[in-house]
């Protein structure tokens, strides 16, 4: 493979996971004759629906499968060539030591517009906090965490019904997008990235809070409800415990929750319905947790 002079990398390594990976891999291993490095993929959270193994054996990519946090950690430090490592859907935390190697340059992709929103589960919080427009950032990976210059970022509204479910998906388009828009100037090593503008106090979300701690009161008004509800609702993927509440004196959990006009109202056993503010009503489903 002769390298084009136009690529400052010998190889290009890919980890993560789930649907951005896979186009960022399938993005990488396409342009690798163009530029002439070595693409590679390291799986560090195993994923029950993940296609990059699949990606890899078609296109004879080398994989390998690495949970160990320490084990990882030391493949990455042991590595001689000037290489890009591309994180993409990847909760691995990159020692301080590899970002002071020279030869190794690790660029992230965060859901969320950075500055703000830093840490884990971001469309959550947008939805929960009232957000009308939220977005994805690719930076520059330093030694703090979600810290690094940004390279591009990408905007999109989130609408009064959106769920977290829906606006990840939204989001892993734009990241897809987004980095092929910027991969050649990243692989040139000529991108214009801009630092962030770090407040000191600015919030580090993380993976084990929950909006609200995961309760609500009947009290509460049905729009704060509703939002909570959407902000943790990730469809099959269980991120969340479900969310809970006292009704009746009693605990019960929520099972499923939806916006209906009043004409479909019907009171049937182990539901509430609650009026929103523009005459819909809230539906809840739920069940006692107490007996």
Same mark, same amino acid.
């Given at each position: 493979?002769?390298?084009?002079?136009?690529?400052?990398?010998?190889?290009v390594?890919?980890?993560?996971?789930g649907?951005?990976?896979?186009?960022?891999?399938?993005?990488?291993?396409?342009?690798?004759?163009?530029?002439g490095?070595?693409?590679?993929?390291?799986?560090?959270?195993?994923?029950?629906?993940?296609?990059?193994?699949?990606?890899?054996?078609?296109?004879?990519?080398?994989?390998?499968?690495?949970?160990?946090?320490?084990?990882?950690?030391?493949?990455?430090?042991?590595?001689?060539?000037?290489?890009?490592?591309?994180s *993409?859907?990847?909760?691995?935390?990159? #020692?301080? *030591?590899?970002?002071e190697?020279?030869?190794?340059?690790?660029?992230?992709?965060?859901?969320?517009l950075? #500055?703000?929103?830093?840490?884990?589960?971001?469309?959550?919080?947008v939805i929960?906090?009232?957000?009308?427009?939220?977005?994805?950032?690719?930076?520059?990976?330093?030694?703090?965490?979600?810290?690094?210059?940004?390279?591009?970022?990408?905007?999109?509204?989130?609408?009064?019904?959106?769920?977290?479910?829906?606006?990840?998906e939204?989001?892993?388009?734009?990241a897809s997008?987004?980095?092929?828009?910027?991969?050649?100037?990243?692989?040139?090593?000529?991108?214009? *990235?801009?630092?962030?503008s770090l407040?000191? *106090?600015?919030?580090?979300f993380?993976s084990?809070?929950?909006?609200?701690?995961?309760?609500?009161?009947?009290?509460?008004? #049905?729009?704060?409800?509703?939002?909570?509800?959407?902000s943790?609702?990730?469809?099959?993927?269980?991120?969340?415990?479900?969310?809970?509440?006292?009704?009746?004196?009693?605990?019960?959990?929520?099972?499923?929750y939806?916006?209906?006009?009043?004409?479909?109202?019907?009171?049937?056993?182990?539901?509430?319905?609650?009026?929103?503010?523009?005459?819909?009503?809230?539906?809840?489903?739920?069940?006692?947790?107490?007996?």
């Open positions: 493979m002769q390298k084009n002079h136009g690529s400052a990398f010998d190889r390594i890919v980890i993560g996971y649907k951005v990976t896979g186009e960022v891999l399938r993005f990488v291993c396409g342009r690798q004759e163009e530029y490095y070595r693409t590679e993929f390291i799986e560090h959270e195993v994923h029950p629906f993940s296609v990059t193994e699949k990606i890899c054996s078609e296109n004879h990519i080398p994989f390998a499968r690495i949970t160990d946090k320490q084990e990882l950690a030391g493949i990455f430090l042991q590595i001689e060539e000037k290489t890009l490592i591309v *993409a859907s990847n909760n691995f935390i990159f #020692p301080g *030591a590899l970002m190697k020279e030869n190794i340059t690790v660029i992230n992709f965060h859901n969320a950075l #500055p703000d929103y830093a840490g884990r589960n971001a469309p959550t919080w929960y906090n009232g957000e009308e427009e939220t977005g994805i950032t690719w930076h520059y990976v330093t030694g703090g965490v979600d810290e690094g210059d940004i390279i591009i970022q990408k905007h999109c509204g989130i609408g009064p019904d959106t769920k977290a479910y829906e606006l990840t939204r989001l892993m388009d734009l997008e987004a980095f092929r828009e910027c991969f050649g100037d990243v692989i040139k090593e000529c991108a214009a *990235a801009r630092p962030q407040d000191p *106090a600015r919030r580090m993380r084990r809070e929950v909006p609200a701690g995961g309760v609500f009161a009947m009290t509460d008004t #049905p729009e704060h409800i509703y939002r909570l509800l959407r943790v609702d990730y469809g099959k993927n269980d991120i969340f415990p479900p969310i809970c509440t006292q009704i009746d004196g009693r605990k019960a959990e929520i099972l499923r939806r916006r209906i006009s009043p004409d479909r109202r019907r009171d049937e056993e182990g539901t509430v319905c609650l009026p929103l503010a523009d005459g819909d009503l809230l539906k809840l489903k739920y069940r006692y947790t107490d007996q």
